[in-house]
């Protein structure tokens, strides 16, 4: 089976720096995925970690540790807009069979 | 937009009812996936369907069952559900499914179904 932790809530101010964590234990681990979800919408793609290290997308950063079986989100810049629930999701080597974790929602104050 | 849409956007049904999901994508991908998402509960897969062929069902009760009549169309029938089924039911659509490439899964804005 596949287990997968991310904290529930988390509250930031604007402008301010926010990292979400995400630990997971799985076998045939293919790849981290971390997706963005505003309530009532749709999911959407952030990011894809296979190789451990750090991958940078504007004020989004997501890092990957493969032997620790961890990853973190990192929001920069926070805005007010950025209040969403962030979703971190693993992928087994066959096949596209996602398994997400609960999901950490997050809180931008001004 | 992502590209697939999803209706009806709110569903209330009665025990007894028989609904339908409707889900369509236009980007021309051939995999499509039916999930469910409940309140405190992680997103969960409940079915893929890889060029119009179900290839995944993930020990979901029969009250619920799929049909993809073509790739770019996907279906939940819904029959004697429970109130426990209330959730967000979201449809995506990828590339196609499997291989050694990961191929990104766009997701419709969700179905919030109530179970009465």
């Known amino acids: 089976g596949q287990n997968i932790d991310q904290p529930t809530e988390m509250t930031a101010t604007e402008g301010a720096i926010v990292q979400i964590n995400c630990t997971y234990q799985t076998s045939g681990f293919n790849g981290l995925f971390w997706y963005q979800q505003h309530a009532g919408e749709a999911p959407t793609f952030l990011s894809y970690?296979?190789?451990?290290g750090l991958e940078e997308k504007g004020r989004f950063s997501s890092f990957l540790s493969r032997s620790k079986g961890y990853s973190y989100l990192l929001l920069k810049e926070l805005q007010m807009k950025d209040s969403a629930s962030y979703l971190c999701?693993?992928?087994?080597?066959?096949?596209?069979?996602?398994?997400f974790g609960g999901g950490t929602r997050v809180l931008v104050k001004p | 937009e992502t590209g697939v849409t999803q209706t009806p956007r709110h569903l209330v049904m009665g025990m007894t009812n028989k609904k339908s999901l409707k889900c369509e994508q236009h980007?021309?991908?051939?995999?499509m996936y039916w999930y469910k998402q409940s309140a405190k509960k992680p997103l969960e897969l409940m079915f893929v369907y890889n060029f119009k062929e179900q290839t995944e069902n993930n020990s979901v009760p029969s009250r619920f069952s799929p049909e993809c009549p073509n790739s770019s169309h996907l279906f939940l029938h819904l029959h004697t559900l429970q109130p426990e089924d209330s959730a967000l039911y979201l449809c995506?659509?990828?590339?196609?499914?499997?291989?050694?490439?990961?191929?990104?899964?766009?997701f419709g804005p969700g179905t919030r179904l109530t179970v009465l």
């Open positions: 970690n296979v190789l451990d």
């Open positions: 999701a693993v992928i087994k080597a066959a096949g596209n069979k996602l398994t």
């Open positions: 995506a659509s990828s590339q196609d499914w499997g291989g050694s490439v990961y191929n990104e899964q766009f």
């Open positions: 980007l021309g991908h051939n995999a």
